[in-house]
């Protein structure tokens, strides 16, 4: 079975700062699709970023980055120039590849609170 | 692209009663849905797939008579709480993942969300 690990229960930032979000995951699988989303105050589930797992290359969004060491199972999200609407709940996702019914595993998710 | 939408976003109602979610996927067809319950500042939790056409595969502890989901096309899927009591009060979230097309089929996309608060 596959977990999902986010160590940091809450973290705090300053705007125009960097923070890096950490996520580790288990797996046997090799194909995989691994996930950032962001879930603001209203709720609303909204993707930052994704990597697929047989691309060495890190993805990148604007101001979004991601660190993926596939040997050490780490997934950590680097943001960049933090504006204050990035405070929002982040959950690390993992999803395996292939098969149309295979669902989300996520990770306990990071508070994130940007202050001015 | 790629919008989904639930309804209602909101609903109260007393404990006995049943009450039906809407998940519908706005500007494509969506051959799997998944639905999620979250409660306040902890993560999503898998309560079942939906497959358009077939029977809901449900997560282990989720009970499949209380949680009625009915997938009965490509863009609409339902959840039915039945006989609600208080501790189904909770936020209730679907996703609808695309099959082929244009759209990267390995997204999934996320409604809104409905609060459902039993009295």
């Known amino acids: 079975a596959q977990t999902v690990t986010q160590s940091q229960p809450e973290m705090s930032v300053q705007e125009a700062e960097t923070v890096t979000l950490s996520c580790t995951y288990d797996?046997?699988?090799?194909?995989?699709?691994l996930f950032w989303y962001k879930q603001p105050p209203s709720r609303q589930m909204i993707l930052v970023i994704r990597?697929?797992?047989?691309?060495?290359q890190n993805a990148t969004e604007n101001r979004f980055s991601v660190n993926f060491q596939k040997a050490a199972k780490s997934f950590s999200l680097k943001i960049s120039d933090s504006q204050l609407g990035d405070t929002a709940m982040y959950f690390c996702?993992?999803?395996?590849?292939?098969?149309?019914?295979?669902?989300?595993?996520f990770g306990k998710g990071t508070t994130l609170s940007v202050s001015s | 692209g790629a919008v989904v939408s639930q309804h209602p976003s909101w609903v109260i109602c007393k404990s006995g009663t049943s009450v039906k979610i809407e998940c519908r996927s706005l500007?494509?067809?969506?051959?799997?849905m998944f639905w999620y319950r979250q409660f306040p500042k902890q993560s999503l939790m898998l309560m079942a797939t939906?497959?358009?056409?077939?029977?809901?595969?449900?997560e282990q502890g989720v009970e499949k008579d209380k949680f009625l989901i009915n997938h009965a096309s490509l863009t609409l899927s339902t959840l039915t709480v039945t006989s609600a009591h208080p501790e189904d009060s909770s936020f209730y979230i679907c996703?609808?993942?695309?099959?082929?097309?244009?759209?990267?089929?390995?997204?999934?996309?996320f409604g809104p969300g409905t609060r459902l608060t039993v009295l």
């Open positions: 990597q697929e797992a047989y691309k060495q």
């Open positions: 500007d494509f067809q969506a051959t799997t």
């Open positions: 996702a993992f999803m395996k590849h292939g098969k149309a019914g295979t669902a989300l595993i």
């Open positions: 996703s609808a993942r695309v099959g082929s097309g244009v759209l990267r089929y390995n997204e999934q996309f």
């Open positions: 939906s497959n358009e056409g077939s029977k809901a595969t449900y």
């Open positions: 797996t046997s699988e090799s194909n995989y699709y």
